[in-house]
C-alpha cells in the first residue's frame, strides 16, 4: 500500500502515520524485500513525519540483522531510501 501510495505521488499523511507505526512494530518479521520497498516508499512519499524516523531506524535494525539475504536491488533501494 505504501509502495502504491509512493509510486502514485498520492500524499496521505494519515495513511503513511497509521503505516510507519505498523511496519516499525513488525519491522523484525519483514522480508529484505518488503523492508526495501517501504523504506523506498517512505523516501519517495518525503511525508516528514516522526513516524518515519522511528519507522527508518527499525528498518535499518531488521536489515541489519538479515543483510547477507538482500538480493542487490532490494540492497539500493534501502541504501537510496536511507540516503534521502
Not at 505498523?22 to 517512505?42: C, E, G, K, T
Not at 511525508?47 to 522511528?54: K, S
Amino acid at each position: 500500500l505504501a509502495w502504491a501510495y509512493a509510486t502514485a505521488r498520492h500524499a496521505s499523511p494519515s495513511l503513511y502515520s497509521a503505516l510507519a507505526s505498523m511496519a516499525a512494530s513488525r519491522a523484525r518479521d519483514l522480508s529484505p524485500q518488503a523492508v526495501s520497498n517501504i523504506a523506498w516508499s517512505f523516501a519517495t512519499a518525503s511525508h516528514p513525519l516522526a513516524e518515519t524516523h522511528l519507522l527508518l531506524d527499525a528498518l535499518g535494525a531488521a536489515a541489519q540483522r538479515r543483510l547477507g539475504r538482500f538480493k542487490p536491488q532490494e540492497l539500493a533501494n534501502l541504501c537510496w531510501a536511507f540516503a534521502r
